[in-house]
């Protein structure tokens, strides 16, 4: 029998090797964007050094434990109990089932901007996001598959990376414009000069930017492919993909750039800035073409089951 993750007697052994991964993927994050944090301080001169290594060590910790927290009160969601979601709550709670995890926390996002993310540091621990904007684009069945994409992540237990990798760089940018107005303001021989302060401001976020892209792009495609899987419903996900991107142009983004990855499509999607050049999501376009392609397959497997054919095993 073939399970929505892959063929029987497989998924645990995949899903270990992923865990594995992923937690190889968060210590080396960790180690990158605190190597950034300390150089910062190097910059600034030898005494700012030790509480550079000692804020570090602060963040990993607190990104470890609170940066689902953190994400949430930087898009000041707030939870829902079922009675005033009754339908998102029934959505998730059913794919949840179908992907053998605990039902996630579902939060709102007051947001105009359709979209939606997944956060916590492991699927006992996870969240749900929507913002008020999606509820309001997309019918059940697209919301379905949007909410699928989620808690494939959850699944598939990246969600720590994204939730740390926006906690930390967030953390990054704002110390690195704190120090380069120190730099410019104190003007001693120890400190940076001003051009020196002006480097700094501009390279630690696209540094910590381009850590992110790393890690980013990639997990969306897996989560379009396992979510389509679990809701069994590839071409969804494609209709409420396009919907999104539309939306992500349509209406500003009211979000820390540094939280951009977390989210299902780009929330500056539709900026005409230099943001658009550090995207930390692949193409829409091509997302959708890669969904149409499963569609098809999942249509044709279909058709072979009920003319009596031994389709997809």
Known sequence: ?????????????????????????????????????????????????????????????????????????????????????????????????????????????????????????????????????????????????????????????????????????????YVAHVAGFFGVSQRDDDGPGPLQSLLLVLVAPIAATLVQLGISRSREFEADRSGALLSGDPEALARALEKLEAGAHAIPAQVEPATASLFIVNPFGGARTVLRLFSTHPSTEERVRRLRAMAVEVRGHRAGWSSGAPAGI
């Open 1 to 173: 029998m073939v399970s929505c993750f892959g063929m029987a007697g497989r998924p645990s052994m995949v899903i270990f090797g992923a865990a594995m991964i992923n937690q190889l993927k968060t210590i080396v994050l960790l180690g990158v964007l605190s190597a950034l944090l300390i150089g910062i301080g190097g910059a600034l001169g030898p005494d700012y050094v030790t509480g550079a290594v000692v804020m570090a060590a602060v963040m990993n910790l607190g990104a470890y434990f609170f940066s689902d927290r953190i994400v949430l009160a930087m898009q000041r969601a707030e939870e829902v109990p079922p009675e005033r979601a009754p339908e998102l709550h029934a959505i998730v709670e059913e794919l949840s089932q179908r992907a053998g995890i605990p039902k996630p926390r579902v939060y709102v996002i007051p947001q105009a901007q359709p979209n939606a993310f997944a956060t916590g540091r492991n699927p006992q621990h996870a969240v749900v996001a929507v913002t008020e904007g999606i509820v309001q684009l997309l019918d059940a069945r697209e919301l379905r598959g949007v909410l699928a994409h989620e808690l494939s992540h959850v699944k598939n237990r990246d969600i720590l990376i994204a939730s740390i990798a926006a906690t930390v760089a967030a953390a990054v940018s």
